[in-house]
Nanobody
């Protein structure tokens, strides 16, 4: 059974930083894209960023504006999202997701339970 477990969320002041982690188990994602999504109250879930398994190339939503960085450790089956220069608008539940392909903008079929990020002004 595939499981993705996020951690690292919390409450931070505007301008602060957080590092989200995602631990995968049940299958290896070393050749699969991993993504990060978020959902704010009353809004649809949206893509934040993703990272290729084979090349490590990353892709981000426009609103990231260089503030977030996705990384991965394939040996540990871990994915990370470094959040810098956080803004109140970044408040949301952040989800880790795994794909069966290596396309960062493709379909994600495995999902974690989410971790809450709250940014105070």
């Amino acid at each position: 059974q595939v499981q993705l477990v996020e951690s690292g969320g919390g409450l931070v002041q505007a301008g602060g930083s957080l590092t989200l982690s995602c631990a995968a188990s049940g299958r290896t994602f070393s050749r699969s894209a991993m993504g990060w999504f978020r959902q704010a109250p009353g809004k649809e879930r949206e893509f934040v960023g993703g990272i290729s398994g084979s090349s490590g190339r990353t892709r981000y939503a426009d609103f990231v504006k260089g503030r977030f960085t996705a990384s991965r450790d394939n040996a540990k089956n871990m994915v990370y999202l470094q959040l810098n220069s956080l803004e109140p608008e970044d408040t949301a539940v952040y989800y880790c997701a795994g794909s069966n392909t290596d396309y960062v903008t493709g379909t994600y079929v495995y999902w974690g339970q989410g971790t809450q990020v709250t940014v105070s002004s």
